[in-house]
Nanobody, 115 residues
Framework: QVQLVESGGGLAQAGGSLGLSCAAS????????MGWYRQAPGKQRELVAI???????NYVDSAKGRFTISRDDAKNTVYLQMNSLKPEDTAVYYC?????????WGQGTQVTVSS
């Protein structure tokens, strides 16, 4: 079992920045992928960014150049730095941990960007 605790998020103006963090605890495997997904009202949950234990990253096109995902394996924590925020970034952001075929989700944190 893996527990994920998210922090950060909140309210920002368009063009501003916010940072998210997600700390994992429990049965952490060395080889895993951590990532951020988001779900806006009335829309499906979508991938924002993921990072593997090897450091490889992948971003949704709308996040490229604005968001940066990183991880600190000593702290079992993944971060998402969001810059140049847009109103369309408004959503609940979820942390996800995958390893050995198992998938765990965080509880979600609200990000609201005002125009």
């Amino acid at each position: 079992q893996v527990q994920l605790v998210e922090s950060g998020g909140g309210l920002a103006q368009a063009g501003g920045s916010l940072g998210l963090s997600c700390a994992a605890s429990g049965s952490i495997f060395s080889y895993n992928t951590m990532g951020w997904y988001r779900q806006a009202p009335g829309k499906q949950r979508e991938l924002v960014a993921i990072i593997t234990s090897g450091g490889s990253t992948n971003y949704v096109d709308s996040a490229k150049g604005r968001f940066t995902i990183s991880r600190d394996d000593a702290k079992n924590t993944v971060y998402l730095q969001m810059n140049s925020l847009k109103p369309e970034d408004t959503a609940v952001y979820y942390c996800r941990w995958t390893g050995r075929g198992l998938v765990y989700w965080g509880q979600g944190t609200q990000v609201t960007v005002s125009s």
